[in-house]
């Protein structure tokens, strides 16, 4: 299993160095930020000497260009559908993991697909100011000390569990929708059962996934579940701390069966284990 | 001695939760049916065929498997005959000649059939006749094609018995219903461009209906490919994957309209509106082409809908989405349910059986 490096303070670091921003030459973003420079050609954005993008015209990018989002944040501008229609594909194959440390600014008349893509910002300041806008669920805070590039692997290696070739409706029980895309690919899945999302038309579905902390066990009781329904709960432990009561807490916190899919450790920080349990309750 | 029946089903049934596929419409309603004649009634299903829908489903969430569904290797069918009392076996599907023929030496045979399936398996005539030969009774799902059943099976009494999926109870409380959901059979039975890009053109003009694609997501190469892609970019259009049972009667209980996206011309015309007659059941308009079998449904009459011969167009589609909005199709539809209900509880369907 290979073990993520540790990164502190991502959002410290971020703060003080260089921010690219890239659009095509007809574009004018229109968004500006001391730190900020544009670029409409894409081999600047391989310079190494960056430490985040302001992407404006995502569907410009190439498959290696694409692949620099993996380690470093990203601001992605959203002026036209296709833009957020785009974005919305690559999430849904996978081919970019948003995590925590991106964030959108959507200029388009339409909400963001609920609990598919990054938190929406108004400036980059915000953006640079705030990642993790919602913070981690209970039980789960150093996920926060991940760097972008730590959350991108988790990312990528949590795809494939929790994944049927069946569209999901996950629930957010954590409220915490900007982890939960990162360690569970909610970007083929649909939000339901969150009451500040009241327009979708799926929000009264039943989900098929529920998303909480770990410790958070008193958000999964509740009545009898109408259909068997996975549950990715992310957890952080003191290293050396056995992972058993994690499991154990999951698995008695309903009525239902438990049965564990996969407990994944996404990262070994200095004092910390962070990871996420799988499991489905069983009707 | 309790009376038993098998009903072998290519499909699981709905409340095993994971998907919904036509077999287990139909398995599920042969079961309900049986269950007014015998005092006990189990779905078999055969090891091989689970271990198929589990991989195809993904095996990950929703794994149970209840009490009245039995799970056989297909190799050890012939000592479960054996081993069982003589019971009734309900065949849905021509693949199963070789398991009836193994069954018929202890039990007694009911055949679910629709008969292209036969004709597709290009059989000789003889060997036709002794395969609808092993059945003491034969079942029509299709209304177009029950004449040629009749026909070929004159001496074994075939019954049309068309598909007719539980009525739902209209909740009190009834939701908004406000999507216009789509869906059609694998593109490859037939063409869906004219639909999708009616479908199209209606998005366009009418931003506050939602729209919602069941229908299977297509290969890039096939032809409608770039269509099915330039309507999901609208942002009241949703495509969605294979939904569970309990999803897909979410998805009922939001529906407005229900609209089988097929033209005329491919196979997918002589396979039973499964979809179709499920939205009925769920009180669901439908509009559909005159070549399906929901048009043929001899349940559905008064029609629930609209039906159309040529292609799709965006009119036709938005003129359909505002009689069902305007609630033009309630008193068609509670028929339809009550022939659907009447058809379940049709006692005498294996009466003389034992």
């Not at chain 1, 290696?64 to 229609?85: E, F, K, T, W």
């Not at chain 2, 299709?142 to 018995?161: C, D, K, P, V």
Request: net charge negative.
């Amino acid at each position: 299993m290979q073990v993520a490096t540790p990164t502190f303070a991502a959002a410290a670091s971020l703060s003080s160095r260089r921010v690219l921003g890239f659009c095509s030459s007809e574009t004018d973003p229109g968004i500006q930020h001391p730190q900020l420079t544009w670029t409409h050609h894409e081999r600047d954005l391989f310079d190494p000497n960056v430490s985040a993008y302001v992407i404006a015209d995502m569907g410009l990018l190439s498959d290696a260009a694409l692949a620099l989002l993996a380690g470093r944040p990203v601001l992605i501008v959203l002026s036209r559908q296709s833009d957020m229609r785009h974005m919305a594909l690559l999430a849904f194959e996978r081919l970019i993991v948003l995590t925590p440390h991106d964030a959108v600014i959507n200029r388009t008349p339409w909400p963001m697909p609920e609990g598919c893509g990054p938190h929406s910002v108004d400036t980059p300041s915000h953006w640079l100011a705030q990642q993790f806008a919602s913070g981690p669920p209970q039980g789960a805070a150093p996920y926060k000390r991940l760097s972008k590039a730590n959350l991108t692997e988790a990312g990528a290696r949590a795809a494939t569990p929790p994944i049927a070739n069946v569209q999901h409706f996950w629930r957010d029980l954590s409220h915490c929708a900007d982890l939960a895309q990162t360690v569970m690919p909610t970007g083929r899945m649909i939000a339901c059962g969150d009451a500040s999302h009241t327009s979708s038309p799926f929000n009264h579905f039943t989900p098929t996934v529920l998303f909480c902390g770990a410790e958070n066990t008193d958000a999964l009781s509740g009545d009898k579940l109408r259909q068997s329904t996975a549950l990715v709960a992310p957890f952080a432990l003191p290293r050396g701390t056995p992972v058993d009561d994690v499991i154990a807490g999951l698995a008695t916190a309903r009525d239902e069966p438990f049965q564990l899919h996969t407990v994944l450790v996404l990262a070994e920080l200095q004092d910390v284990t962070v990871g996420c349990v799988y499991g489905e309750f069983v009707v | 001695m309790s009376r038993d029946c098998y009903v072998v089903a290519s499909g699981l049934p709905p409340h095993v939760g994971w998907q919904l596929r036509g077999e287990s419409l139909r398995a599920e309603q042969l079961a309900a049916q049986a269950r007014c004649a015998f005092d006990r009634v189990q779905y078999v299903v055969f090891l091989e065929r689970l271990n198929l829908l589990r991989n195809e489903r993904g095996g990950a969430v929703l794994n149970t498997v209840p009490d009245d569904v039995v799970v056989i290797p297909a190799g050890a069918f012939e000592a479960f005959c054996a081993r069982i009392d003589p019971s009734v076996f309900i065949f849905s599907g021509s693949q199963y000649g070789q398991s009836a023929a193994t069954a018929r030496h202890h039990h007694t045979i009911v055949y679910d059939i629709a008969p292209e399936r036969l004709d597709d398996q290009n059989l000789p005539d003889d060997e036709r006749a002794r395969i609808i030969g092993r059945h003491e009774t034969l079942l029509g799902i299709s209304a177009r094609r029950f004449a040629r059943l009749a026909e070929q099976a004159e001496t074994h009494g075939a019954i049309l018995n068309p598909l007719a999926p539980t009525p739902s109870a209209r909740a009190t409380t009834e939701p908004v219903r406000t999507a216009l959901v789509e869906g059609a059979s694998p593109p490859a039975n037939g063409d869906p461009l004219p639909a999708l890009r009616a479908l199209f053109d209606f998005t366009a003009a009418h931003a506050d209906t939602q729209v919602i694609l069941t229908s299977e997501r297509p290969d890039p190469s096939a032809p409608h490919s770039t269509q099915f892609g330039a309507l999901t970019l609208a942002s009241q259009v949703t495509a969605l994957l294979t939904l569970s049972n309990t999803n897909r009667g979410d998805l009922w209980d939001i529906a407005l309209a229900y609209m089988e996206a097929i033209a005329p011309g491919g196979s997918a015309c002589q396979e039973n509106s499964w979809q179709a007659m499920e939205a009925v059941a769920a009180g669901v308009p439908i509009l559909c082409h005159s070549a399906t079998e929901a048009a043929a449904s001899p349940l559905l009459d008064p029609f629930p809908g609209e039906v159309i011969d040529n292609d799709f167009d965006a009119q036709t589609i938005a003129t359909f989405v505002e009689r069902a909005r305007a609630g033009a199709y309630a008193a068609a539809l509670s028929t339809a349910g009550d022939a659907m209900k009447k058809i379940r509880g049709h006692a005498r369907l294996f009466d003389g059986l034992t």
